[in-house]
């Protein structure tokens, strides 16, 4: 399986690594600070650049069964197994998720309800709340920018998957469980706001993030609202 040195540094841009599988166009490396698409935060994107500085492009980041995908395009030459490479992510895309990713931690402290779903994209992101009742799109927006103002600092932890079973209340998503079976489970805290399983890339304070914008609310069924919200500038 791949080393993911991006749980623990997510400000990490690049690191050497070496090939341990290919399967068909995507290259399977022994370390890498590459995020694979899940928890509603899409793949890195970025090049693997070979000893004789040749750059292959990645398109996208997943899991699969020999250790995490670094997707390239279609027809690729690719290096082969054993070899070395350096693993150079798009960083300013990156950030931008990281950045949007907290707000998104930041929008479940200010609206105390269940998540039905949700999704990250690069400059935007929506969360769908179990709400029966309208919600106003000023004082979420007011809110979540106080918040960022505040520069609240942002830590990671881990908990054992007992620990987290006695502790339900850490869990947002009505509908789907963080995942466990590795023995622990990582925790994403943002001091005095937030604290709940989560396994993406975050920023190192709440004042990275930046002004943002609740851009609609729709209401997708009887007790379903999406509040959409996208960076003000």
Sequence with gaps: MTEELFRNDSYLKSCSAKVVAVEGNAVVLDRTVFYPN???QPGDTGYLITES??????????KGEPGILHVT???TELPQVGQSVMAAIDWERRHRLMRMHTCMHLLCSIVPLGVTGGSIRDGSARLDFDAPEPLDKTEITDSLNKLVEENHPVETSWITDEELEKQPDLVRTMSVQPPQGSGRVRLVNVNQVDLQPCGGTHVKAT????????KKIEKKGKHNRRINVVFAD
């Design 207 to 214: 004042g990275e993030i930046g002004r943002v914008l609740v």
């Design 38 to 40: 899940g928890g509603g």
């Design 53 to 62: 500085g040749d750059k292959i492009e990645v398109v996208d980041t997943h």
């Design 73 to 75: 395009r279609e027809d």
